[in-house]
């Protein structure tokens, strides 16, 4: 059956990316089988030597010979130097040519499907390139003439050909069996190190919180017992190499000697050439040297095919090559959230079932309910950091998700309940990483009343906030992230517990601020378990369980409810991650 053009166009941009290199790789392959051919020259010059020049004592055949010869080494070696940097540029050109796809489809697999793996795609890209670029590639084109070295002793004489095969045979034997007896403390040292990266960057984002409490000294344990581990797996790992490797080493030399030893009885009891001896010994390093190199290749292509697998499964998220999207003119900010569920992936836990409500640009919903009911949840749905498992959530009529991949991020403003900041200044993390006016971040910064605080620091807006703002506290770093989500007036803001951290005079700056985004037509959706600021809102939902149990204007809410208190019953306790 004929195959469509489509069932034979790649699937992704990583195999558009190296079919466009197909010429290049048989460039490569064409110069791999020149440079190993030209290898071959040594030896029949050995011959030459002891068959022509010995026998007929001439110069001049001699002269020749050594001119052709090193002409042949000389090409073979420019050869090697060209495949080598070919490749490299090759490896070079890949990651820059998918680093934006990547990166847009790693960020895309973050939000709807697995972080952790997302996270892996750019050192995936990474580890693509290191592999072109490594002598990895021309070891695995080398490894197919070990086949032709080795079968040439063959044909000298079966006795050389059976001592080389031999030797092959152990040589293969003793690298799998060295995989075999590392891989297991290899595995267990890798997690140990993966395990011990994590504590210490947790133990450097609390590090106040473990000095007061004089934590030091466990967390330092810790993170020792971890270094220790992968110590051990590392150590354990070596020692079995080593004890393998001292069995390898000498069959290989061993191997040398047999078989020029072999070599020279056939030249005495057959009359072979004196040459044979050392082309023997020339045709066996090159055979064994090429399965060599075929090993430590071999085992760099199997995590090469691993870090595409993954790469591929990543790309697999964005269906067609990384363009820049239309830019999208600013929403009115009409929100319907329209029978809304969510399931937790791999889990099967259903946490939003059926929601449904919609808001008018202008408008401020608060949202409130018991800790688990789905706030949050709802919360990441609204602003597009998640997809809900049915129903949709729309803005002005387009899937919220249409908004964010038209390249309308600046629209939203969105402050979850762990403030995540970027290593840099204050100004960079309020103008979202971009080049901003400074009157815009200056208006951010009094909107969410950081305004004087900011100028009161050494260096004003300029100032550093450190690593994930380990130089901030608390209510800096939610003031900060308030200022982020304010930035621009954006259209649809979603605040998730913005005041947990406020002190009197920066929740009232925020009770401002919501009024007069509310003024310049944003429509804002604060979750809260703090009532007070529900004051602010035009609109209440009450979540339990789940399920949207209760949603109307405050004013009914609170006629509804009748009073406070039982709004407060309701909602409270809240705060959680859900």
């Known amino acids: 059956m004929r195959r469509t053009a489509a069932s034979i166009q790649p699937r992704n941009d990583l195999q558009r990316a190296l079919a466009a290199c197909r010429f290049s790789l048989i460039m490569t392959f064409g110069f791999s089988v020149a440079y190993n051919l030209l290898l071959f020259a040594p030896s029949i010059y050995l011959l030459q030597i002891y068959d022509r020049v010995l026998s007929s004592r001439s110069l001049d055949t001699l002269l020749m010979l ?59 890209l990474t580890s693509l390139r290191q592999f072109i670029a490594s002598p990895a590639i021309p070891l695995l084109l080398d490894a197919p003439w070990s086949i032709l070295f080795l079968g040439v002793l063959f044909c000298v004489h079966p006795l050389l050909g059976g001592i080389a095969a031999a030797s092959a045979l152990i040589i293969v034997l003793c690298s799998l069996l060295s995989e075999m007896l590392t891989e297991a403390p290899l595995a267990r040292a890798q997690i140990a190190e993966a395990r011990n990266q994590q504590r210490f960057g947790i133990a450097l984002r609390n590090i106040q919180v473990i000095r007061a409490m004089g934590m030091l000294d466990g967390a330092a344990r810790l993170i020792y017992r971890d270094l220790a581990a992968a110590k051990e797996g590392r150590e354990s790992a070596t020692r079995r190499s080593e004890a393998v490797q001292a069995i390898a080493k000498p069959v290989r030399s061993l191997t040398q000697v047999v078989i020029m030893g072999a070599a020279a009885w056939l030249v005495v009891e057959h009359h072979l050439s004196a040459g044979v001896i050392f082309v023997t010994s020339l045709m066996l390093g090159r055979g064994l040297s090429a399965l060599e190199g075929a090993i430590v290749g071999w085992k760099a292509l199997g995590a090469a095919r691993l870090s595409y697998s993954r790469l591929s499964e990543v790309l697999a998220a964005t269906a067609s090559p990384y363009k820049m999207p239309l830019r999208l003119p600013r929403p009115a900010g009409r929100l319907t959230i329209d029978n809304v569920s969510y399931v937790i992936p791999g889990s099967g836990k259903l946490v939003l079932q059926g929601v449904s409500l919609s808001l008018e640009p202008g408008e401020c919903l608060g949202v409130i309910g018991p800790s688990g009911a789905g706030k949050s949840t709802l919360g990441r749905l609204i602003a597009g950091v998640a997809s809900p498992t049915m129903g949709r959530v729309r803005l002005d009529g387009a899937d919220v998700s249409t908004w964010l991949h038209g390249n309308a991020g600046s629209f939203f403003g969105y402050l979850p309940q762990g403030v995540e900041l970027f290593e840099g200044s204050i100004k960079e993390n309020i103008a979202r990483l971009g080049d901003a006016n400074p009157d815009e971040i200056i208006e951010a910064g009094k909107l969410a009343g950081l305004h004087e605080g900011i100028l009161a620091l050494p260096r004003g807006y300029d100032t550093e906030i450190g690593d994930a703002g380990i130089n901030l506290s608390g209510g800096q770093l939610q003031g900060i992230g308030l200022a982020r989500a304010f930035f621009g007036y954006p259209q649809l803001v979603l605040l998730d517990e913005p005041n947990s951290n406020l002190d009197s005079a920066g929740e009232k700056a925020l009770h401002s601020a919501i009024e007069r985004m509310k003024a310049a037509g944003s429509t804002i959706i604060i979750i809260t378990h703090r009532l007070s600021i529900l004051d602010t809102t035009d609109k209440i939902d009450i979540l339990r369980n789940g399920i949207l149990s209760a949603f109307g204007t405050s004013a009914e809410i609170y006629d509804r409810f009748f009073k406070p208190p039982e709004i407060c019953q309701a909602a409270m306790p809240c705060g959680s991650q859900n």
């Open 66 to 124: 050594t001119l052709i010869v090193s002409i042949a080494v000389l090409v073979g070696g420019l050869l090697d130097g060209v495949r080598r940097a070919a490749l490299s540029r090759l490896g070079g050109w890949l990651e820059d040519h998918l680093r934006p796809s990547v990166l847009a489809a790693a960020l895309d697999y973050t939000s709807r499907v697995n972080g952790g793996a997302a996270v892996e795609a750019c050192r995936d």
